[in-house]
């Protein structure tokens, strides 16, 4: 069974400054996806950005960056320039391949982005 | 992205009634997922529903607790029978879709209380 290991319960970042929520999962599996998703008061979880494990490249996706550490299976998310936008939850989250496999989530981080 | 459209959007029960969470989704998927998430805590995956077959149930979750329907590709529904205070949460439906299905979209879920 996978395990995702979120050990941020509260973050705070200033505006414009930079942050980095941390994540480290553990599998016995070689392929598989990693995913941050952002959920803000509303509820909804939005997809913020993903990274296949069989690619060394880390995934960008403008102010959001990863840095996926496939040996340490660490899968940390920066956010740069940070916005009041920002402020959400933010889970970490594991899928095996395979259309019908199901995602593991952490316990999220809860990020506050403050004047 | 897929759009997907859950009502109710919050609900307050009674103990030992039942409610029905509708999900739409605007286009045809091959699955839809329905997540717990507790207050201040997590995601869990209830079941798994495909089109014409029976959900497939995540251990500690039963079909006579969390009855579900998937009488087409754009639609489900899942029913929170004999409620009770432990039930009340967010429960989010999802779909897979994106590059390959591997990437997974939520409704805004529907927030339950039960008194």
């Known amino acids: 069974a996978q395990t995702v290991t979120q050990s941020q319960p509260e973050m705070s970042v200033q505006e414009a400054e930079t942050v980095t929520l941390s994540c480290t999962y553990d599998t016995s599996e070689n392929n598989y996806y990693l995913f941050w998703y952002k959920q803000p008061p509303s509820r909804q979880m939005i997809l913020v950005i993903r990274?296949?494990?069989?690619?060394?490249q880390n995934a960008t996706e403008n102010r959001f960056s990863v840095n996926f550490q496939k040996a340490a299976k660490s899968f940390s998310l920066k956010i740069s320039d940070s916005q009041l936008g920002d402020t959400a939850m933010y889970f970490c989250?594991?899928?095996?391949?395979?259309?019908?496999?199901?995602?593991?989530f952490g316990t999220g981080t809860r990020l506050q982005v403050t004047l | 992205s897929a759009v997907i459209s859950q009502k109710p959007s919050r609900d307050i029960c009674q103990r030992g009634t039942s409610l029905t969470i509708q999900c739409q989704v605007d286009s045809q998927v091959t699955m839809m997922f329905w997540y717990r998430q507790q207050p201040g805590q997590s995601l869990t995956l209830i079941a798994t529903?495909?089109?014409?077959?029976?959900?497939?149930?995540e251990s500690g979750f039963v079909i006579d607790k969390f009855p579900i329907s998937r009488p087409n590709l754009t639609f489900s529904t899942l029913t929170v029978s004999n409620m009770s205070p432990e039930d009340s949460s967010i429960y989010l439906c999802?779909?897979?879709?994106?590059?390959?299905?591997?990437?997974?979209?939520f409704g805004q879920g529907t927030r339950l209380t039960v008194v």
């Open positions: 989250a594991f899928k095996k391949t395979g259309t019908a496999s199901k995602l593991t």
């Open positions: 999802s779909v897979a879709q994106g590059r390959g299905n591997t990437e997974a979209f």
């Open positions: 990274q296949e494990a069989y690619k060394q």
């Open positions: 529903a495909n089109q014409g077959s029976e959900a497939t149930y």
